[in-house]
């Protein structure tokens, strides 16, 4: 009897027009509906939300972050813990970035080899930390996420130097490849490689066909979301998704814009994560069908409504949008309340796709949506061209 795969990744429903697809992603710690939006808990926690919330939200996988976690606590506790989900007294499913990203972020902070990332420590201003390949595997291993992705060699989109991006796209594969040397625990935790080119066909192209030559059991679009333009944007995201295996998942990073997950799941991404919604709700701002909502504005302030009608969230149930002015971005409490409707909001929007396309109404709920964000028809460019490429027109 062969050993149980730790993914098993069925497409039960595609789109007849578009390329977007619903399917099932079984993973170690629970069974995941894709298209799925995957909230940021940067250190094994979503700012102002206690796991138990999110199980009630129904939330089925949620992301961490290997560098943050990897200076504090560190991996010796996260591997005494018994990983994070038992550190954190979470069920669900986890998936780890790989701490590349951080090469971006920090930036300043980093310096950049063939052996990995030497980063200033955000903790000890005089200490250094070595991210190497091996060493992200080994943080990632002690974690135990489901879904662990390869370091990468990361270069922002705004950088127009080609020879660089190109050594990043050769160096991702050969980190790759010390990535999955390194992995002691292939039997629970999936590697996920990265495609890096930035805005270059080319070297996107180049990227994806040497990562699939690997085994792998899943593929992120990596290098995206950086400054580009959305019309660069949704061009690169297409084209990835265009010649990566159909059978496996496709998770394109740093993406969870209601708008940017309607037209990628369009254009047949599986997966996004994105800190926007909680970050956002920090400020003050929820979210809904039609737009963002300012609850600091002052119109909000004789305002008994809830924050939408339509939501069926505890918040929505509970709370008017006066009230919620009147605390936003002031206290503890408004952060937990909005970040709290702000998944809730994200979960919908994801089911909703999910059905829609199912039920073969995906085109109809698109054009729908977009109208209900741009009710005077004034619909960006690249919305316009990104859904014509994928044959839906809008109203």
Same mark, same amino acid.
């Given at each position: 009897?062969?050993?149980?795969?730790?993914?098993?990744?069925?497409?039960?429903?595609? +789109?007849? %027009?578009?390329?977007?697809?619903?399917?099932? #992603?079984?993973?170690?710690?629970?069974?995941?509906? $894709?298209?799925? !939006?995957?909230?940021?808990?940067?250190?094994?926690?979503?700012?102002?939300?206690? @796991?138990?919330?999110? *199980? &009630?939200?129904?939330?089925?996988?949620?992301?961490?972050?290997?560098?943050?976690?990897?200076?504090?606590?560190?991996?010796?506790?996260?591997?005494?813990?018994?990983?994070?989900?038992?550190?954190?007294? =979470?069920?669900?499913?986890?998936?780890?970035?790989?701490?590349?990203?951080?090469?971006?972020?920090?930036?300043?902070?980093? *310096?950049?080899?063939?052996?990995?990332?030497?980063?200033?420590?955000?903790?000890?201003?005089? /200490?250094?930390?070595?991210?190497?390949?091996?060493?992200?595997?080994?943080?990632?291993?002690?974690?135990?996420?489901?879904?662990? #992705?390869?370091?990468?060699?990361?270069?922002?989109?705004?950088?127009?130097?080609?020879?660089?991006? *190109?050594?990043?796209?050769?160096? %991702?594969?050969?980190?790759?490849?010390?990535?999955?040397?390194?992995?002691?625990? @292939?039997?629970?935790?999936?590697?996920?490689?990265?495609?890096?080119?930035?805005?270059?066909?080319?070297?996107?192209?180049?990227?994806?066909?040497?990562?699939?030559?690997?085994?792998?059991?899943?593929? /992120?679009?990596?290098?995206?979301?950086?400054?580009?333009?959305?019309?660069? !944007? =949704?061009?690169?995201?297409?084209?990835?998704?265009?010649?990566?295996?159909?059978?496996?998942?496709?998770?394109?990073?740093?993406?969870?814009?209601?708008?940017?997950?309607?037209? +990628?799941? /369009?254009?047949?991404?599986?997966?996004?994560?994105?800190?926007?919604? %909680?970050?956002?709700?920090?400020?003050? +701002?929820?979210?809904?069908?039609?737009?963002?909502?300012?609850?600091?504005?002052?119109?909000?302030?004789?305002?008994?409504?809830?924050?939408?009608?339509?939501? $069926?969230?505890?918040?929505?149930? %509970?709370?008017?949008?006066?009230?919620?002015?009147?605390?936003? /971005?002031?206290?503890?409490?408004?952060?937990?309340?909005?970040?709290?409707?702000?998944?809730?909001?994200?979960?919908?929007?994801?089911?909703?796709?999910?059905?829609?396309?199912?039920? &073969?109404?995906?085109?109809?709920?698109?054009? *729908?949506?977009?109208?209900?964000?741009?009710?005077?028809?004034?619909?960006?460019?690249?919305?316009?061209?990104?859904?014509?490429?994928?044959?839906?027109?809008?109203?």
């Amino acid at each position: 009897m062969s050993p149980k795969k730790p993914l098993v990744f069925n497409i039960i429903s595609e +789109c007849k %027009t578009s390329m977007a697809r619903v399917g099932i #992603m079984e993973l170690p710690h629970r069974a995941v509906d $894709t298209p799925v !939006f995957m909230p940021v808990g940067t250190q094994g926690t979503l700012k102002g939300l206690l @796991p138990e919330q999110l *199980e &009630n939200l129904g939330l089925q996988i949620m992301l961490a972050n290997t560098y943050h976690l990897g200076t504090k606590p560190g991996a010796k506790i996260l591997k005494k813990a018994g990983g994070l989900h038992k550190f954190m007294n =979470w069920k669900g499913a986890l998936l780890t970035d790989s701490g590349g990203f951080q090469m971006v972020s920090l930036l300043k902070l980093a *310096e950049i080899t063939e052996e990995g990332v030497k980063f200033q420590s955000l903790n000890e201003q005089k /200490a250094e930390v070595m991210l190497t390949p091996e060493h992200s595997i080994e943080i990632q291993n002690a974690i135990g996420a489901d879904i662990i #992705m390869q370091l990468d060699d990361v270069v922002a989109t705004t950088v127009p130097d080609k020879d660089r991006i *190109e050594e990043s796209v050769h160096r %991702t594969s050969r980190w790759l490849d010390r990535c999955l040397k390194a992995h002691q625990r @292939p039997d629970d935790q999936n590697i996920f490689s990265i495609v890096q080119g930035t805005l270059f066909n080319d070297l996107r192209t180049q990227s994806i066909h040497d990562l699939i030559k690997r085994n792998v059991n899943g593929y /992120a679009i990596g290098g995206l979301s950086g400054g580009e333009s959305k019309d660069d !944007f =949704w061009k690169m995201v297409i084209l990835s998704t265009s010649i990566l295996p159909k059978n496996k998942p496709r998770y394109l990073m740093g993406v969870g814009f209601a708008i940017d997950l309607v037209v +990628c799941s /369009a254009l047949g991404v599986d997966m996004f994560d994105c800190v926007f919604p %909680t970050r956002t709700a920090r400020f003050g +701002c929820a979210l809904t069908m039609t737009g963002q909502l300012q609850l600091k504005k002052a119109k909000y302030k004789f305002d008994f409504n809830p924050i939408d009608k339509d939501c $069926t969230c505890v918040i929505c149930k %509970t709370y008017t949008r006066a009230y919620l002015h009147g605390i936003a /971005a002031r206290t503890p409490v408004a952060c937990s309340l909005l970040s709290e409707h702000n998944i809730a909001f994200q979960l919908r929007l994801m089911k909703c796709i999910r059905d829609s396309i199912k039920e &073969n109404k995906f085109p109809q709920f698109v054009a *729908e949506f977009m109208l209900g964000v741009y009710p005077d028809k004034d619909y960006p460019t690249w919305i316009r061209d990104s859904l014509a490429a994928v044959n839906i027109s809008l109203l």
